[in-house]
Every structure is written in structure tokens, then in C-alpha cells.
């Protein structure tokens, strides 16, 4: 059996290597619309009791017991949904949610997902949808002659018509927030799913309830922060590096103690 500082070492460079690929992740998505950093958690593994207190030959019980480790593991990712900045765009069917919540979009199978990227355009039909087509929720149908859409920070949408002089209103945006937004399931295509963890969304306008609120034009950005990955990396690279230089050393030992019946 070889010995446990090399499995420990072996599966502290498999941690270290989830963590680098989550950094590159992050990294690869520094300029996505509405993204959301997210870091590996570790936690060590099961000890072993090689002695208890009080089993040793003094006349008292030990101040500590002997316990050997077993290494560590990744058990998950936290996301970090902090805000991200605004970039202006001037579209009026670009948004930016300011505070907490998420919009609603509805999938091919019916189902529903939630996104921070407010990168809207409109359908064939008139309907407000995202870049790859989903149908924002709830539906809001803007008319063909509309030369205006407003949409207020309560989320209000508003369309001028062609030959008319007054806003006319279209619809009500909701938004989506969560008791635990960390348990959400990241899908791709900027969209979260919700799970046991996250819990049911509440729904509600924004600006209410403790929603953000819209602001129309404007895109929220990644709040990757490359100066602190790039910090990440580099501790996850020298730590990898200790790790293999532990492997070398458990070699070594192994080899010597070969050596030693010549």
C-alpha cells in the first residue's frame, strides 16, 4: 500500500486543480453580460484515530489525541452574486436590475429560468425575448407601429404609436428573487434554474418587496474581478506545485526504504 502522504498529496492536487479550472471559468466570462463569479469550497476528509486520549503510558490523560488526515476534497461552488456595474447602451429593450431579483424567461419545454442578462429584443411576433429567443415572462406584446418603448424602474413598459402623441401602457414587468439564491443551478446561456435548495421564487414588481429596480438602457456586467482570479491562480498554482512537491518527497522515502535490504 503506498503510504498516505502520497494519496493525501494526490488528492490535494485534484483540489487544487478544480479550483484552477473554476478560475478559468470565471476568467473566460469576465466580459459576459450579467455573470456571476462563483469559487470552489473545500472541506478536509475523514480522520483517522490512530490513538485516543488517555491510551498512552503517562499517568493522565494526553492533552490531544493522534489523529491522521486524509487530505482534502472540493464540495462545492459558491456564487457570488454581489452587483455588478452598469454599462449604458442607450437600447431601450437593453435593462439592468439594480438590487436583488432576477428575470423571468420561459424555455422551450414550458419551464422556467431566470437570468440576470437583460439583453432583450423583440420577436417576429412583437414579443419581448432574449438573444436566442426565450419569451420573457410575463409576455408583453409590443404592437408594430410602436416608434417608443419606456420602461420605467418599476418595470412598467410603455410604447409610443406611430402618429400618436401619448405613451400607452403595454405592460407590467416581474421580477424573481430567492430566500437562497447560492442553491440556483446555473444551465448556461446566462440562465439559472431553480432547485430544492434555492427554493420557490417570489415574484413580484420591481422596486417592491425588496426587488431591484430596472433601468432602462443600461446593462449589468460580469462582477468578475480579474485582478483577484488572476491573485486565485497563482495561490492554486503554488499550492499545486507543494502538493507534487509532496508526491516527489513520499517517492523518495519509498525508494529509500527499497534500498535499504542492499
Known amino acids: 500500500m503506498p503510504p498516505r502522504s502520497l494519496q493525501t498529496a494526490a488528492l490535494g492536487m485534484n483540489a487544487q486543480q478544480t479550483k484552477v479550472d473554476n478560475i478559468a471559468n470565471n476568467l473566460a466570462n469576465a466580459n459576459t453580460t450579467g455573470f456571476k463569479r462563483s469559487r470552489a469550497v473545500f472541506q478536509d476528509l475523514l480522520y483517522q484515530n490512530v ?17 491522521m488526515g486524509h487530505g482534502a476534497t472540493t464540495v462545492a461552488t459558491m456564487r457570488n452574486f454581489s452587483q455588478g456595474s452598469f454599462a449604458k447602451t442607450g437600447n431601450a429593450l437593453n435593462l439592468a436590475i439594480n438590487g436583488d431579483g432576477f428575470f423571468q ?8 429560468a431566470f437570468t440576470r442578462d437583460g439583453t432583450f429584443t423583440l420577436s ?5 425575448v432574449t438573444q436566442t429567443g426565450l419569451q420573457v415572462e410575463p409576455n408583453i406584446n409590443v404592437p408594430p ?18 402618429g400618436e402623441s401619448e405613451m400607452i401602457e403595454l405592460g407590467q414587468l416581474e421580477l424573481a428573487r430567492f430566500s437562497n439564491a447560492n442553491g440556483l443551478r446555473a444551465v448556461g446561456g446566462n440562465l439559472y434554474e431553480q432547485t430544492e435548495a434555492s427554493g420557490e421564487p417570489f415574484l413580484g414588481a420591481p422596486g417592491r418587496n ?8 443600461f446593462l449589468e456586467k460580469g462582477n468578475v474581478e480579474v485582478v483577484k482570479e488572476m491573485t486565485s491562480l497563482i495561490q492554486a498554482q503554488r499550492t499545486y506545485e507543494l502538493n507534487s512537491k509532496m508526491v516527489q518527497t513520499s517517492d523518495n522515502m519509498m525508494q529509500t526504504a527499497n534500498n535499504v535490504k542492499r
Open 145 to 162: 407601429d410602436a416608434v417608443e418603448i419606456d420602461i420605467n424602474k418599476e418595470g412598467v413598459v410603455s410604447a409610443r404609436l406611430q
Open 210 to 217: 425588496g426587488m431591484g429596480t430596472v433601468r432602462q438602457g
Open 51 to 67: 490513538r485516543a486520549d488517555g491510551e498512552g503510558e503517562g499517568s493522565g490523560a494526553e492533552p490531544a489525541e493522534l489523529q
Open 124 to 128: 417576429s411576433e412583437g414579443n419581448i
Open 105 to 112: 424567461v420561459r424555455r422551450p419545454d414550458g419551464s422556467l
